[in-house]
């Protein structure tokens, strides 16, 4: 596919937003300090990504990173996956987060559906961390021991990771809003020793007991042996563990004492589902996340210490970590625990005008739902000190940009970006040197070195191709838990274009050097920004007696809105009625989350699958897309050629 109309000029920097912005200072120090001096984005770009040594080198000298021993080589190993970087360098997350302490302005503004904005001081935040940390010290938590949270996006779960952060116990989260299932099949993966949790939790207007949960979640994790219980009420007895309520263990002052760690000791646990086996519990280490993170909150989101930093988030996805994270270069974070829909589409531009918010972030589809509410976030809270918007999670249509640019202030920049889990950072964001084009990111991230390949490894411009990193990134994952040997890491990644890590995106290059995603290319689900495995929605349907076998695509494509259907193969003489289907999707919301009920259910006579069984995901998903069948499968590889009909009829009917 190329793409060769012009899209609309949208926005362009003043030259007081470029003076001002934390990527020219950057390009001034490295003028200064290094004697580099770079015309423009473009020619910074190509030599952050030729020269991977220099680099990185000149982020950790600008930011200035506090380290308790020195590096002795910024990157001795450099192969993919394996790289080695920093080596001999300690230091720690929590470091780098209270070297901004000051009284001068908050650490943290939140709100909730029940909570009226309040906000949490920098000491304060400083004493319950050390408070918290001496508690699991006290419990006998260790370096590398694993502390898990099913928790949402409150302070108290900020506290609690920062404290185990501190300590060198490495940390996860799973939001309340994900089913059991999904929980435990994350945290049974890495064996914790203690649990955070909430009792109890206030969604879309809706107060939620999670006692039953909590006792599920106790039973189901035996190597669970101490329960931390944060803030809420529960009207089910406690599970019969050690339980520590948070209010007593805050009570108790403790000098926060932060552990020296290698750069590359492990941080924390995220997991990135693919289409077969448990969800990927991914590892990613100290040092990678901060120099990473801190590069792409300052350069590429323009964050510093005077700004007021809102991204809206759950626990359970990659960006409650990077609005965490704007505590490493003195931002306020602001956070909302609630529905972004109750009671209307108003609630959180309410709150950005609220927090004052200079930075409000939210996923793609957030923005689309606004349109279509009809939302005036002008007319609903003061906006004046609003100067970015944020972007990601799926594509941004162009209608969305344009909607954004009419709604507010023109003077907003807008950043799109587009990253992942996998690898705690973006591949592609924004630039605030650079004017903004409908539909189009504006630039690959310093230090990535992102290209579109086709199936043969051929590197294009202005068509659409597998988004692929070309040199490695400090914050690429350190391993996968419990794969021995790094099979399973391998093959997520590597086993397209062997020593090139493979995204799963479709990428186009603009001739200006921007980038669009126009979705996943491989079989993952993208729910609202959310990825989750084919096979977690599979264990959840096929457990049901009446189903034999079944199928799920996402039909997410840039401009178009989410639609998922899933394909369900039922027991000779049944018939899918409503019933049927409500009990289906009442089983993916239990298991799984409400959020992956796909948007309608078909039966099918049977699911395509190759030779060796696998179903066909990729080839059904490009035939529902509009791709001809006989260009996306080969019916030689086929068990069952003759099943792919229904499906070629059906993206037929679809597009008609």
Not at 111 to 139: C, D, F, I, N, Y
Not at 287 to 311: E, K, Q
Not at 632 to 637: A, F, H, K, L, R
Request: net charge negative; proline share 6%; with cysteine.
């Amino acid at each position: 596919m190329t793409e060769t109309a012009d899209p609309a000029l949208l926005w362009t920097p003043t030259a007081e937003r470029i003076q001002r912005s934390q990527l020219h200072r950057f390009m001034t120090w490295l003028r200064q300090e290094r004697g580099r001096d770079f015309p423009d984005y473009d020619s910074l770009w190509r030599w952050s990504v030729s020269d991977l040594e220099g680099f990185w080198a000149a982020v950790w000298d600008h930011f200035e990173l506090k380290s308790y021993k020195p590096y002795d080589k910024v990157l001795a190993k450099r192969e993919m996956p394996g790289a080695q970087w920093f080596t001999g360098a300690e230091l720690n997350f929590v470091d780098q987060v209270f070297r901004h302490e000051t009284a001068a302005r908050p650490a943290i503004l939140y709100s909730s559906e029940t909570q009226p904005l309040k906000q949490m001081a920098w000491a304060g935040l400083r004493e319950q961390v050390g408070a918290m940390a001496a508690h699991l010290r006290s419990l006998g938590v260790k370096r590398g021991d694993r502390v898990v949270a099913y928790a949402p996006n409150t302070p108290e779960t900020i506290v609690a990771f920062l404290a185990v952060a501190s300590i060198g116990a490495i940390w996860s989260v799973c939001s309340p809003d994900m089913g059991l299932n999904a929980v435990l099949d994350r945290f049974r993966q890495i064996e914790p020793v203690v649990l955070f949790a909430v009792p109890s939790s206030h969604y879309n207007g809706k107060h939620l007991d999670k006692g039953d949960v909590l006792a599920q979640l106790i039973a189901e994790l035996p190597t669970v042996k101490n329960l931390i219980l944060m803030p809420g009420e529960t009207q089910q007895a406690l599970p019969k563990v050690p339980t520590a309520r948070w209010a007593e263990v805050t009570a108790k002052p403790a000098e926060l004492k932060v552990e020296p760690v290698p750069f590359d000791h492990p941080l924390w646990v995220v997991y990135s589902s693919g289409t077969t086996g448990l969800p990927k519990p991914i590892v990613h280490g100290h040092g990678g996340v901060v120099i990473v993170i801190m590069l792409m909150t300052a350069l590429h989101n323009d964050l510093g210490p005077n700004d007021i930093f809102h991204w809206y988030s759950s626990t359970g996805w990659i960006m409650w970590n990077a609005q965490v994270a704007g505590l490493l270069v003195g931002a306020t974070i602001a956070i909302y625990d609630g529905s972004p829909s109750w009671p209307d589409w108003n609630r959180l531009w309410q709150f950005v005008g609220e927090t004052k918010a200079t930075f409000f972030g939210a996923g793609a589809a957030f923005y689309a739902n606004c349109q279509k509410a009809g939302v005036e976030p002008r007319k609903m809270a003061d906006l004046s000190a609003l100067r970015t918007i944020g972007s990601t999670g799926s594509p941004l249509s162009e209608d969305s940009y344009a909607w954004i640019y009419d709604k507010l202030d023109k003077s907003v920049w807008l950043t799109s970006i587009s990253g992942g889990t996998d690898f705690a950072g973006a591949f592609v964001a924004g630039c605030v040197l650079l004017p903004v084009y409908a539909g189009e990111m504006q630039v690959r991230c310093l230090g990535a070195d992102i290209q579109s390949l086709d199936d043969h490894g051929k590197s294009l411009t202005d068509e659409v191709g597998e988004l692929v990193c070309a040199s490695p990134l400090p914050s690429m994952p350190l391993f996968l838990w419990n794969d021995e040997g790094g099979k399973r890491y391998h093959d997520s990644y590597f086993d397209m274009y062997p020593g090139v890590w493979r995204h799963g995106d479709w990428l186009r290059i603009t001739p200006r050097g921007g980038a669009i995603i126009y979705g996943r290319s491989d079989a993952t689900i993208n729910r609202y920004g959310l990825r989750m495995g084919t096979s977690e929605i599979y264990r959840a349907v096929e457990e049901l007696p009446e189903v034999l076998d079944s199928l799920i695509v996402d039909l997410e494509y840039l401009g178009r809105d989410s639609y998922m259907p899933l394909f369900v193969v039922l027991r000779p003489g049944l018939t899918l009625d409503a019933a049927l289907k409500d009990r289906i999707n009442q089983a993916i919301r239990k298991a799984v989350s409400a959020r992956f009920v796909p948007n309608d259910i078909f039966q099918v006579a049977e699911v395509p699958r190759t030779l060796s069984g696998k179903k066909l995901e990729v080839p059904v998903k490009k035939i529902l897309l509009g791709q001809p069948a006989e260009k996306v499968s080969n019916p030689g590889t086929m068990a069952n050629p003759g099943s792919l009909a229904w499906f070629v009829d059906f993206a037929k009917q679809r597009a008609a």
